[in-house]
């Protein structure tokens, strides 16, 4: 069993910045990728995010692009991401979530294929 930890959340202004963390405990780190999700009131949970745990490939959401940064610290298994500029669109509630299968490439952005989930962290962007 994987428990995952979100912190970091929090009300920030727009054009500010936020780190979020992730933290995995319950079993041997040696997932093989994880995810950043997020929903709004009323919308379908959707990617933000995902690092490959081996190698440290990155992918991210075009809405999100050049604005919030993935990584991870395996000696602490934690994942984390950097919100810079964020704008009021990002306010949701953030999930990370951890894998341990592997899939092509474009599938990590699909919420099934994840298999542990924390309880979220809400960030709400004011404008």
Known sequence: QVQLVESGG???????????SCAASGRTFSSYAMGWFRQAP????????????SGGSTDYADSVKGRFTISR???KNTVYLQ?????????????????????????????????????????????
């Open 10 to 20: 929090g009300a920030v202004q727009a054009g500010g910045s936020l780190r979020l």
């Open 42 to 53: 009323g919308k379908e949970r959707e990617f933000v995010a995902g690092i490959r745990w």
């Open 83 to 127: 919100m810079n500029s964020p704008k009021p669109e990002d306010t949701a509630l953030y999930y990370c979530a951890v894998t341990y299968k592997q899939y092509a490439s474009s599938r990590y952005r699909t919420a099934s294929v994840y298999d542990y989930w924390g309880q979220g962290t809400q960030v709400t962007v004011s404008s």
């Open 73 to 75: 610290d395996n000696a």
